[in-house]
């Protein structure tokens, strides 16, 4: 079986050294760079399985070099940061980033989640029964080749943005909390901000909706969390 390969990005070398050396124990392949462009450099080479991203680099920063790897790979990316503000959670969500994890942390739930992530990666590279095209008035979402179209044009979506629409639709009118979202999403119960999920919805919204701040598609529940408009659902579905 391949050995999943982890890029960690960042200019402390002890860092990088002890997330190594647990990763290493999970048997995972490890990569490393100290820098931005190191990363841009070894991911175009090397074309890892997911990225541990640091925030602050010596030269480009981790948003930058975010939107720089989201041109090349989908692999999922993971911000690491000395910070917790709030700000910087959206803004590495924003740029294509589909976690955040704050210093210092907890080699365990480093593990955790990066299990999680390659998890729902590998499910998402696999061959699946085929599913008959959901639409809903002008969207349209094709399970088998997973692509989104919106009036017929193609919608690009993160990994974790299509998973999280993916599961709306398949289950419209039905309400989802902000966590069972993120227990099915991210598959991790315990782990992670809800926040993580508002953000990921307001992407998703952005470009799918006619006006995102008046959504028809994903609606908000008061008090409960998300639902799929099942109204618009056309013959098929």
Request: hydrophobic share 40%.
């Amino acid at each position: 079986m391949r050995r999943e390969k982890i890029l960690i990005v960042d200019d402390e070398v002890e860092i990088i050294e002890l997330i190594c050396l647990y990763l290493a124990r999970e048997g995972y392949q490890t990569l490393t760079a100290l820098d931005g462009y190191g990363a841009i450099e070894m991911v175009d080479k090397s074309k890892p399985d997911l990225i541990i991203l640091d925030i602050q680099l010596p030269d480009l920063d981790g948003f930058e070099v975010c939107l720089e790897l989201r041109k090349m790979t989908k692999a999922p990316i993971l911000f690491l940061s000395c910070k917790s503000e709030d700000l910087d959670k959206i803004l590495g969500l924003g740029v294509g980033g589909d976690d955040y994890i704050t210093k210092p942390f907890s080699p365990g739930e480093m593990v955790a989640r990066v299990k999680a992530h390659l998890r729902r990666s590998r499910m998402q590279s696999e061959p699946v029964t085929p599913e008959h095209t959901l639409t809903f008035g002008e969207l349209t979402i094709d399970p088998k080749s997973f692509t989104v179209r919106l009036s017929g044009e193609v919608v690009t979506l993160s990994a974790k943005e299509y998973q999280l629409l993916l599961l709306l639709a398949k289950n419209p009118d039905r309400v989802y909390s902000l966590d069972q979202l993120f227990t099915q999403v991210w598959e991790s119960p315990s782990i992670g901000d809800p926040r993580t999920v508002m953000v990921h919805i307001s992407n998703v919204r952005k470009k799918i909706e006619p006006d995102p701040a008046h959504p028809t598609y994903i609606v908000t529940v008061r008090g409960g969390g998300y639902k799929f408009n099942g109204s618009l659902a056309g013959p098929g579905n």
